[in-house]
């Protein structure tokens, strides 16, 4: 009798459920091969390779280069005046109008002279008093003389009328002093241009009480031609003027200077230098240094900034460059050059003075050697550009306007 095994198992399965098993792995392997023939076709295509970008390069070329510095400073006048009260008094008068030349010795404030006009009268009644007690005296002395030599006085009489007549001498000097000083005071109520030159705004207005207790600003004045330039100059640059006129073999002082107006205008005469400190501040580390500029027509005033230009002659054989085409990276200095292969590469140099939009290069490159000066954002190191010149460029962008303009009838 066969016992029934409480167990199932997977061997028992019907014929028909093998070969179904079977038959398995023959129908996955076409699958199998389709999805990877799929995944394959959907692959992406390379992406196509950019070209070059396109930059403006020029050739460095030597050149004869006028060298200058620039000095930055501020005008004023060789001589400003201010004009103040030196008596006490009220202002009566106004005789100029403000911000007009005007000649020395001109009136140009009345203030009341009244009182001094009674100071002055009085010191003179003084003196005529102490005149007459000396003529007194006098004819005291001239009286008792004679009679003290026959012993018909006491000679102490006479001693005493002589030393009257000193004492009444005084009295005059002292009186004369008191008219002088009053006849001064009753002067100064008309005061007077001390000198030829611009006079600026008025200070008081009539019937204002001046010079009580300290003289008062009434006015101020000022010479304008010539006109002075001041500025402070670094060691450094004091050192490089120095030796390049040094160099073009001329004196400091003869350098041709040209001044540069707020505006942009030059002015239309040239100056020189006229004064240089002795000593460099030790706050600053700076020289001060005085140029005079001739100003016949009065255009300059005190007080206006400004900038010199100072003519250091030529420099031969000097290599400019476009200062657009610098690139300032970490306190270094670049150029882009491109190579005969059409590579670009960035190299440091060293950069000097600037001649007006240009710079100069003392040292990294050579004449000859092509550089990027436009399109510097484009440029990467040691990949190739398509190098074109500034006429290639605009024959360049002018080829499409000319075909798009339709043609004439």
Known sequence: MRTKSPFPTRLRATPGRWRAAASLPRIGLPIALVVTAFLCGCKKPAAPVLPPPIVEVMEVRSSEVPLSATLIGQLDSPQNVEVRARVEAFVDEMRFTEGVEVNKGDVLFVLDKKPYEEKLMAAKGSL???AAALKKNETDVARLQ???EKKAVPQQDLDNSLAQVDIAKANVLTAQSRVE???LNLGYCEVLA?????IGAKQVSIGDLVGKGSP???ATMSTLDPIWFYCNVSEVSYIKVKEWSAKVGKDIFSLPLTLVLANGSEHPDQGSFIFIDRAVDVKTG???MRAAFPN??????PGMFARVRVDLGTRKDCLEVPERAVVELQGKTFLWVIGQDGMAGQRAVKVGEQNGSNVIVNEGI???ERIVVEGLQKVREGAPVKAMTAAQMAAMKAAPAAEAKPAKE
Do not use: D, N, Y
């Open 128 to 130: 005529a008093e102490a």
């Open 216 to 218: 008062t600003l009434l």
């Open 181 to 183: 000083s009053a006849q």
């Open 286 to 288: 700076t020289l001060r």
């Open 296 to 301: 016949a027509k009065k255009i300059l005033r």
């Open 366 to 368: 050579k004449a000859g």
């Open 194 to 198: 001390p000198m030829t030159g611009l």
């Open 146 to 148: 004679p009679l003290a």
